[in-house]
């Protein structure tokens, strides 16, 4: 790489007095004169990464000792592999602070940086079966130094993680979690734990996640230390412990401990980050900066709101979170922040289309596809939740077709094959409306109460808006008038709550025809005026999403995002089905 001819100029006269000075003194003035170059040009406005590495390279000109060799190679490597895109270089130079460091007693920081790096260069091109075995021995001869040791068991553990080889990983965790009680460190210890009961929970191995959970909250509960650090466990804790609920949803269940997830990041928000370091070294772990948790709470908070019922307390933490993630990314790449933004998007897209905000849905689920277009893991991730989604938007415009196709592909794309609470309500108001349609109406009304008892004990309130306003509708079926106003008007109540576009515009077709019946003349007017207001809502979010050119989405079904979606000339889906 060619540099101006005033810095190789200046960079000339100093290796010239360097060569004459080390005659007589300690090298290190020289190694000094040139790191301070480099750190200058590395942390200048922009980085100057080209002159910073050309002083680097200048050290090897003096031939110097093991330590200082092994160091600017790692220096070298480290600089090019975080501020450039030459990564053999970066390899080469990360290959030899590893070899020649192993030779130097006393140089674990140089050792083990160099192994740590070199190990996610090697993963960052696919060589895992390069880094696995680099970490192993890094990790067989950490053993003496409490940091690295616990630090390299958890970039082992989350290397198998990534490759889905859970077992592998807790594994892993569980030795660290040993090792960190044998050197004293409560706190990793709880670290090394609560990250295996998040894999457990992952694996869905309950049965081992329940006694780990309660040793955790023992553990975090008794650590007397650093009080953010204290808070940040705290909340790692609830997190698993409020997401567990949630899986299994369990949405009523779950309130006393999203509260005290909620009152436990206030308490961090309140707290200074002292820069004091532990006495232990091995207690030097964050989980997640402060930032990140709170949008992590935000993130859970959400998915309750979404779950339960309660639209507008979703989007305004949504939005909360979202301007959150949007300065945070400014300064920040970590692509955990990413998967939160993905996360969110996802849940306000079920939002849209639940409150009759499909061209707004549709728009999120094309933002989707371009964050996973970013990252290939990323959508190997959530490629079945983002096929899903497109199915519920295809099922919203009557796009059925397209729905059973995106369906498919989401079925094709995941293992997840377990039902929730709310999923296990969920089918039997499936079967109720499929009775319904095959005219067995007491058939249909066993399930649809089994739906009511089991989404009144969890609060999911869309289900139990649902089930009445289809009971109401068998029993206006059935002649019974009076029954069937004392299921519609809660449905509209609760539906208007949420609000469920959909729920409202049946309610109120319902109630016109209730009120007809039972000759309320005006309030069957209101209602009938409510029904085309909540009709030309509709219909005009329909002509909107359909005119969009990310309404072609719904045609893609293999293989990743499509990087550009063309224009088409107008909605193609009919609209009989929703009015």
Known sequence: ????????????????????????EAPERWYLALLGFAEHFRTSSPPKIRLCVHCLQAVFQFKPPQRIEARTHLQLGSVLYHHTKNSELARSHLEKAWFISQQVPQFEDVKF???????????????????????????????????????????????????????????????????????????????FLLSKGMLLLMERKLGEVHPLLTLCGTIVENWQGNPIQKESLRVFFLVLQV?????????????????????????????????????NPADLFHWLPKEHMCVLVYLVTVMHSMQAGYLEKAQKYTDKALMQLEKLKMLDCSPILSTFQVILLEHIIMCRLVTGHKATALQ????????????????????????????????????????????????????????????????????????FFQGRYNEAKRFLRETLKMSNAEDLNRLTACSLVLLGHIFYVLGNHRESNNMVVPAMQLASKIPDMSVQLWSSALLKDLNKALGNTIDAHEAAQMHQNFSQQLLQDHIAACSLPEHNLISWTDGPPPVQIQAQNGPTTSLASLL
Not at 248 to 264: E, F, I, R, T, Y
Not at 367 to 393: D, E, I, K, M
């Open 243 to 279: 997401t567990h609920y949630l899986d299994a949803g369990q949405v009523k269940s779950v309130k006393p401990c999203l509260k005290q997830l909620q009152q436990c990041i206030q308490t961090i928000s309140t707290l200074h980050d002292d820069e004091i370091l532990p006495s």
């Open 1 to 24: 790489v060619g540099a101006p001819a005033s810095f190789c100029a200046k960079l000339k006269n100093l290796l010239l007095w360097g060569k004459m000075a080390s005659n007589v």
């Open 364 to 435: 999120e689920i094309s933002q989707v596809c371009q964050l996973c277009q970013q990252s290939p893991r990323l959508f190997t991730n959530h490629a079945a939740q983002l096929h899903t989604l497109l199915g519920l938007y295809c099922i919203s415009v009557n796009c059925m077709d397209n729905a059973e196709a995106q369906f498919t592909t989401a079925l094709r794309l995941t293992t997840h094959q377990e039902l929730s609470h709310c999923l296990r309500a969920a089918a039997f108001y499936i079967r109720g409306l499929l009775s």
């Open 113 to 191: 940086e160099a192994a740590s790096i070199l190990s996610e260069l090697f993963c960052q091109q696919n060589l895992v079966d390069s880094a696995k075995p680099l970490l192993r021995k890094a990790i067989q001869i950490s053993q003496q130094t409490p940091y690295w040791h616990c630090r390299l068991l958890f970039q082992l553990a989350q290397l198998h993680t990534l490759e889905k080889d859970l077992v592998s990983a807790c594994d892993l965790l569980g030795v660290g979690a040993e090792y960190a009680r044998v050197v004293g460190s409560e706190y990793t210890r709880a670290l």
